[in-house]
């Protein structure tokens, strides 16, 4: 058994090494994304078209993209109704989905420099004035609630898997690697975002539920095994 102290879950470093040995995100994996990059790289446009027609789809989170977004210096929508693809704004905001998407299948995740730009994702939706990035520096927090950021990752998750199950042109073996490394590496991003938003509990604190609470009271426990779960029942879809 290998011992992980709850206060692994406090550091992003600690943290990223047990979720990362938990789901079993291995060099394997990353390997499987960068051999991904020619295949979803030309896809890169149409997920991202996809993404916004979905998040223009609901008021609750198309009303986001109203106020003037950080770095914008075009002309800026007055409604939710003058939102679509076509406006400059939301091609601005298009831009850096763009290249998240591109940093997944490039960045080198032996470099805690990566998980540093991960884990800033999910801070900067929390609307903290600080999130790290440069870009967003001395600018207005950005607050976006978490069951929108965990959804959406479970959407862009839902595209990549289906182009490639789908893909005329790859073998079985491949597209099982690549469908598992990115299951692993959007759950592991998931968890990035969570430790942001929720408050971990100790196991230690609710004796009322001393049975479960080894279980339950952390916040990167259930994702991990949603995310484990996902990772086995995936090709279960084909």
């Not at 997944?104 to 609307?127: A, F, I, Q, S």
């Amino acid at each position: 058994m290998r011992h992980v102290p709850e206060k692994a879950l406090e550091t992003l470093e600690s943290r990223v090494e047990y979720t990362r040995a938990f789901l079993d995100f291995t060099e394997a994996d990353a390997a499987a994304l960068h051999a991904a990059k020619p295949l979803l790289a030309p896809l890169i446009p149409t997920v991202v078209d996809q993404v916004y027609i979905k998040l223009l789809g609901f008021s609750i989170t198309a009303q986001s993209f109203v106020p003037r977004q950080t770095g914008y210096t075009g002309l800026a929508p007055t409604k939710v109704e003058d939102l679509n693809l076509e406006h400059p704004q939301i091609k601005f905001r298009k831009d850096f989905l763009s290249g998240y998407i591109a940093k997944l299948v490039t960045m080198d995740y032996e470099k805690p420099e990566t998980w540093e730009y991960l884990d800033k994702v999910g801070r900067m939706h929390t609307g903290v004035e600080d999130s790290g990035f440069k870009h967003r520096k001395n600018k207005p927090g950005l607050r976006v609630e978490y069951v929108h950021c965990a959804i959406l990752l479970g959407f862009v998750e839902d595209i990549i898997v289906s182009t490639v199950i789908g893909h005329p042109e790859l073998d079985t073996a491949t597209k099982v690697a690549v469908v598992k490394a990115v299951n692993k590496i959007l759950w592991l991003q998931n968890d990035l975002f969570a430790r942001h938003y929720i408050k971990e509990q100790s196991t230690k604190s609710a004796c009322h539920f001393a049975t479960v609470s080894k279980f339950v009271h952390s916040a990167a426990l259930p994702a991990l095994a949603l995310g484990a779960l996902a990772v086995g029942l995936t090709f279960l879809r084909k």
